[in-house]
């Protein structure tokens, strides 16, 4: 661990359009080469893609992006952990942002994986299913 004072946190500044921080966050994590203009579009076009297929208003955006980023975020995750000469797998639980990153991170890595042409095609909610693994530690 690092004897180093702990990185401090910028603020993110609130998407123009939804007045969301953890979109603004998604947005940014899409970017690539400072492209942010482009990777808004990606992410907005998405979102009323699904939205249209959830037939939802427009207005419920944010709620429904909240709402599947919470589908995917893992509740624990298994750590190494060596004891004598053993090195076990334990479940430990995951702190708040490090959920938050891990989801996004899922969401972005499986739509960059598909073979679709386009992100707006993607489809987010199959990272939902990677949750499985961590199923069976609910109590």
Known sequence: MSRRN????????????????????????????GKKSTAENIVYQALDTVISTLGQTADTTPQVFEDILDKVKPVVEVRSRRVGGATYQIPVEVRQERREALAMRWLI????????????????HKM??????FSHFRW
């Open 109 to 124: 890595e499986s739509a960059r994986s598909r073979s679709e042409k386009s992100m707006k095609v993607k489809d987010t």
């Open 128 to 133: 939902a299913e990677a949750n499985k693994a």
């Open 6 to 33: 702990a990185a401090i946190k910028r603020e993110i500044l609130p998407d123009p359009k939804f007045s969301s921080k953890v979109l603004a966050k998604f947005i940014n994590m899409i970017m690539k080469d």
